[in-house]
């Protein structure tokens, strides 16, 4: 037997050696080493072999069939670099034309809108800055005129991460509003101060097409001396017109924020139907896309801000709504729904 696999062997590589293209490798291939090859045939026969013989058969064969497969795989090499180098010398492969360009990835709409919001603040002179997602409840509540027992908290649904939660002697929680950076900035920094802070936010609630249970917020501040009204008024109408467009229309409207006194909230004209009313303005004319006001005095005193010097105003607004509103979409899960083919069409 093991004569009989050594000149099976031998005969097999003379056929290799004189193979010159793929499809014969693979007849090759199929005639010694397939399911149905002729030293397939031998493996498979060993078993009926006297006890003494299969061992030194069994140990030939499995040694032939480690030799040819190694043949073929050199076999497979060679043939392969011989069609290279054909292509080249033939002008097929031209090795000076540049690589295939990795595809890319995009900005998430979320966050193309953010650069948009901040670039059109960063114009006016605000600095952009950003601060902790876990927060202390002083910094998220206390600190913005919410006193522990205040009923505005009721307006939050907040997730707490202290054990206690909101009775530990220093509540932490996922903070529910980027204005605690406010604070955080006026702590440090003496006025004049004019910021605007982007981030996550997170709220335990149930989410549907308006309520997600995290979310982006973005919110401005301006302190100083003679801080008015008017300046709020002018500086949200100017963003208004970058963001949504020259002819847009702005309207305030008197609005409770326990942080603000005077509260207001600013809605644009419909830009679905220009005011006339229509499905997406809820047949009002206008579309509401934050809240704004001026900073209350309990603020300004927390930080050590003299109220009767200096005043102040604030906004915020949710960079999904304004997404929503440019492009028509109905629900705020599918900005994080991780389907591409919604994602693509930004």
């Not at 493996?43 to 006890?51: D, K, N, V, Y």
């Not at 702005?250 to 005011?275: H, K, L, Q, S």
């Not at 915020?316 to 705020?332: K, Y």
């Amino acid at each position: 037997m093991a004569e009989d696999i050594a000149a099976l062997t031998a005969q097999a590589q003379q056929e290799l050696d004189n193979i010159a293209d793929e499809r014969a490798l693979e007849a090759w291939r199929v005639a010694y080493l397939g399911r149905s090859g002729r030293l397939t045939q031998v493996l498979r026969s060993i078993g009926t072999l006297p006890a003494e013989e299969r061992r030194t058969a069994g140990a030939a064969a499995n040694q032939a069939k480690g030799a040819l497969e190694a043949a073929l795989a050199g076999k497979e090499e060679a043939l392969r670099a011989r069609a290279l180098a054909r292509e080249a010398a033939g002008g097929a492969l031209d090795v000076t034309l540049p690589g295939r360009p990795v595809a890319l990835g995009r900005l998430h709409p979320i966050s193309q809108v953010l650069r948009e919001i901040l670039g059109a603040f960063a114009s006016m002179g605000f600095a952009v800055v950003e601060g902790p997602e876990v927060e202390w409840d002083y910094y998220n509540f206390e600190a913005l005129n919410i006193p522990r027992d205040h009923p505005a908290r009721d307006m939050w649904d907040t997730l707490w991460i202290s054990p206690e939660g909101p009775r530990a002697e220093r509540p932490m929680l996922l903070r529910t509003l980027t204005s605690p950076m406010q604070v955080r900035v006026m702590e440090k920094t003496r006025p004049p101060v004019r910021i605007v802070t982007a981030g996550k936010c997170y709220r335990y609630e149930a989410t549907d097409a308006t309520h997600e249970s995290m979310f982006y917020q973005v919110e401005g501040l301006a302190v100083d001396r003679g801080i008015s009204m008017a300046d709020l008024k002018g500086t949200l109408y100017e963003f208004a017109r970058r963001l949504f467009g020259e002819e847009r229309r702005v309207r305030f409207r008197c609005d409770y924020f326990p942080f603000v006194e005077p509260g207001a909230e600013m809605a644009i004209d419909c830009f679905n139907c220009a005011g006339a009313g229509c499905r997406t303005c809820g047949n009002s004319g206008w579309i509401e896309i934050l809240g704004a006001g001026m900073v209350h005095p309990n603020v300004l005193r927390g930080v050590g801000y003299d109220p009767e010097v200096y005043t102040g105003f604030a906004f915020g607004m949710g960079p999904e709504r304004v997404a929503m509103l440019r492009h028509g979409i109905d629900d705020i899960r599918l900005f994080y729904g991780n389907d591409l083919r919604f994602l693509r069409q930004f």
